[in-house]
């Protein structure tokens, strides 16, 4: 605190400070992106003030993965990164798959980064953010075993997440005898290398990293779905989502998300995802 002690000293402070507020948003930071104004954060609805709460199914390597509070993955990095240029603090609430789009409906947290398709389904419950990356599912299978291919799963049983697209997949696709829903996408891989279902259904990177990490495990073949992922937020939060697709499009356009996403991945993103947009239905 400034203690003017004259006349004189007051004046020049005055002024001062009349000046200081004339320069105001004079400085790049403070210049409105795409010509609109972006909300404050003190504007957004949030579970827990001053931070961005985001449910994630942990773990589903490599987009989410660690121990609390070292949460990992490309999901973490990406919804951090976006939060911070919401000027936001980030809490990961670790939540199953099954329950998490109940339980951002519910506002138990601002909104669900894990590894989410944009579905017509899903969105009768919660709307979706600009998609962040093109997914699609893989074949789990024993290392040199029978299954090979999708149409080896005629009269198989096949494991899966349940509430993934995986599971969608299995059951609308395939001629699979019987579909083994599980918790964890951990405890499918563990019930194929047990013997317990013949192959598992899941996205493409995760499988791969499974099939690294779990002898005797491999991927037999990618499934192109053209499923595309997206941040999910309650309906009627449509300053944040939108504030939230403004801050992912300025990650794409200066460069940040492709380093994020060379660092998960080690290649660069489909320039379809970077030109990527969404509207809810």
């Known amino acids: 605190m400034i203690l003017v002690r004259s006349h004189r000293f007051a004046l020049v402070a005055l002024l001062?400070?009349?000046?200081?507020?004339?320069?105001?948003?004079?400085?790049?930071?403070?210049?409105?992106?795409?010509?609109g104004q972006e909300p404050a954060a003190e504007e957004f609805e949030l579970v827990n003030p001053g931070a961005l709460t985001v449910g994630s199914d942990i773990p589903f390597p490599?987009?989410?993965?660690?121990?609390?509070?070292d949460y990992e993955g490309f999901d973490i990095d990406l919804a951090r990164e976006i939060a911070r240029r919401l000027e936001l603090?980030?809490?990961?609430?670790?939540?199953?798959?099954?329950?998490?789009?109940?339980?951002?409906?519910?506002?138990?947290?601002?909104?669900?980064?894990?590894?989410?398709?944009?579905?017509?389904e899903r969105e009768r419950a919660v709307d979706f953010s600009d998609p962040y990356y093109a997914a699609e599912q893989a074949l789990l299978v024993e290392a040199g075993g029978e299954i090979q291919a999708?149409?080896?799963?005629?009269?198989?049983?096949?494991?899966?997440?349940?509430?993934?697209?995986?599971?969608?997949?299995?059951?609308?696709?395939?001629?699979?005898?019987?579909?083994?829903?599980?918790?964890?996408?951990?405890?499918?891989y563990n019930a194929l290398q047990a013997g317990q279902v013949n192959a598992v259904i899941i996205d493409l990177p995760a499988a791969q990293d499974a099939a690294r990490q779990t002898e005797g495990l491999e991927v037999a073949t990618a499934i192109e779905t053209g499923e595309q992922y997206?941040?999910?937020?309650?309906?009627?939060?449509?300053?944040?989502?939108?504030?939230?697709?403004?801050?992912?499009?300025?990650?794409?356009?200066?460069?940040?998300?492709?380093?994020?996403?060379?660092?998960?991945?080690?290649?660069?993103?489909?320039?379809?995802?970077?030109?990527?947009?969404?509207?809810?239905?």
């Open 16 to 35: 001062a400070l009349a000046l200081l507020g004339a320069g105001c948003g004079d400085d790049e930071g403070d210049e409105p992106q795409d010509g």
């Open 230 to 281: 997206g941040i999910a937020f309650q309906e009627d939060a449509d300053a944040l989502r939108e504030a939230a697709n403004d801050a992912l499009a300025e990650l794409k356009r200066d460069g940040t998300y492709e380093e994020i996403y060379r660092q998960w991945f080690n290649r660069a993103p489909p320039q379809s995802i970077l030109e990527a947009t969404h509207q809810p239905s």
């Open 150 to 188: 999708v149409d080896d799963l005629a009269g198989a049983i096949v494991g899966v997440q349940d509430g993934t697209t995986g599971a969608d997949y299995v059951n609308d696709e395939t001629e699979a005898r019987a579909v083994r829903g599980y918790g964890e996408a951990d405890d499918a």
């Open 89 to 120: 603090e980030t809490r990961i609430q670790d939540t199953p798959f099954d329950t998490i789009f109940r339980d951002l409906a519910q506002g138990k947290f601002d909104a669900v980064a894990s590894a989410t398709t944009i579905t017509e």
């Open 62 to 69: 490599p987009f989410e993965q660690g121990r609390a509070p």
